[in-house]
């Protein structure tokens, strides 16, 4: 079973609307965290916003949130008021175990494009 | 400090070829991960080191790929004989092994292999 689904190959937002990203996952470990990157068309990961599996509070980075649905196994990412600059490819990934654990699962990514 | 570099940006090789991409990560981080990125997917694991030590290696890394971390510093993953399959985006990442959160990435070499 993928450990990572995102659903949405493709998602349009108008500008400064505000846009949810799915991302279920998948983990019989109690500890583990998640992530959402998003990646520009240059290629390199931008860290956006974590949550780990204790974290009692959705995470918040500025415009971007997390609403973590733990019995869901859900992370969706929201973005507030989309600006024609978070055009890009967005991935969830999860770490399993505790802090420090090895290395990162991803999901196949949803591509968003903003809309003046 | 900038964070984490990865030489070359791109590399277009013939089928058979051997490269060699290098990671830098940043000074303080002492794991480094690789991973690998195909058109329209989520980048895949490939290994890590903790120190110079590598410490996981994923299915996914066949007998032609080898990493390395000589002193603990950067890494360099090698391919040999390339195939076209192995064209992707290579990714390193490097973090601090107790740290929660905080995995940095470089910005990748795209491999073409023609």
């Known amino acids: 079973a993928q450990k990572i689904t995102q659903t949405q190959p493709g998602m349009f937002v108008q500008e400064k609307e505000a846009v949810t990203l799915d991302c279920t996952y998948d983990t019989s470990d109690q500890s583990y965290g998640l992530f959402w990157y998003k990646q520009p068309s240059s290629g390199e990961m931008i860290f956006l916003i974590y949550?780990?599996?204790?974290?009692?509070q959705n995470a918040t980075e500025g415009r971007y949130s997390l609403n973590f649905q733990k019995a869901r196994k859900s992370a969706n990412l929201v973005i507030s008021a989309s600006q024609l600059g978070d055009s890009a490819m967005y991935f969830c990934a999860m770490r399993e175990g505790a802090a420090g654990a090895n290395n990162l699962f991803f999901g196949t990514g949803t591509r968003l494009t903003v809309i003046p | 400090d900038t964070g984490v570099s990865q030489n070359p940006r791109h590399k277009i090789t013939k089928r058979g070829q051997n490269v060699t991409f290098r990671c830098d990560p940043i000074s303080e981080h002492n794991r480094l991960y690789w991973y690998r990125q195909t058109l329209g997917q989520g980048p895949e694991f490939l290994t890590y080191?903790?120190?110079?030590?590598?410490?996981?290696k994923s299915r996914l890394l066949s007998d032609r790929f080898s990493a390395e971390r000589p002193k603990g510093s950067f890494s360099t993953l090698e391919i040999q004989r390339t195939e076209q399959g192995d064209s992707a985006m290579y990714l390193c990442?490097?973090?601090?092994?107790?740290?929660?959160?905080?995995?940095?990435f470089g910005s990748g070499t795209r491999l073409t292999v023609v």
């Open positions: 990442a490097s973090s601090l092994a107790g740290r929660v959160y905080g995995y940095t």
């Open positions: 080191f903790q120190n110079e030590a590598q410490l996981e």
């Open positions: 949550q780990g599996s204790y974290d009692e």
